[in-house]
């Protein structure tokens, strides 16, 4: 089955942004997709004043999921932890001018990786981030039906 994909996904998937790990990162978080198989590792680096210095990722999947990883670090890159928080699936889409329906997980993903980085981040320096709630490691479609 072919799917027509945007310039802006073409783009993040053969040139993509932030691809690599941060040693001593402020926080790491995996998640994955058992029934498609896509697994994303998101890194951010936070400094003292709450402020994501830099993320990166490394994504075992599809073309859409190395441009919603990639996206989705851009979008967060220089954001406070609140501001990153507020990066949706929704955001990650648009951003890239899109998906087709069938890789709309791909956004899901790229959406709860960032998530679980920061709970990490929270985790491991005794926070509270308002608004997080502890991520989900496997990530079903079926539990965010009209989420999209």
Request: with cysteine; net charge negative; proline share 3%.
């Amino acid at each position: 089955m072919a799917f027509a994909y945007s310039e802006k996904v073409m783009d993040h998937f053969t040139n993509p942004r932030n691809v690599g790990e941060i040693e001593n990162c402020s926080g790491c978080g995996t998640v994955g997709n058992a029934q498609c198989g896509d697994i994303m590792r998101m890194y951010v680096d936070v400094d003292d004043s709450g402020i994501i210095r830099d993320v990166k990722f490394k994504t075992f999947g599809c073309g859409a999921a190395i441009a919603t990883s990639s996206m989705a670090t851009e979008l967060v890159k220089g954001k406070t932890v609140q501001q990153a928080l507020e990066v949706t699936n929704r955001a990650v889409m648009d951003a890239l001018d899109g998906l087709p329906p069938v890789k709309v997980h791909c956004s899901l993903l790229a959406e709860e990786a960032i998530h679980a980085a920061l709970w990490d981040y929270a985790e491991k320096n005794g926070l509270v981030i308002e608004g997080l709630e502890k991520p989900k490691t496997d990530i079903h479609e079926h539990e965010h039906a009209g989420v999209a």
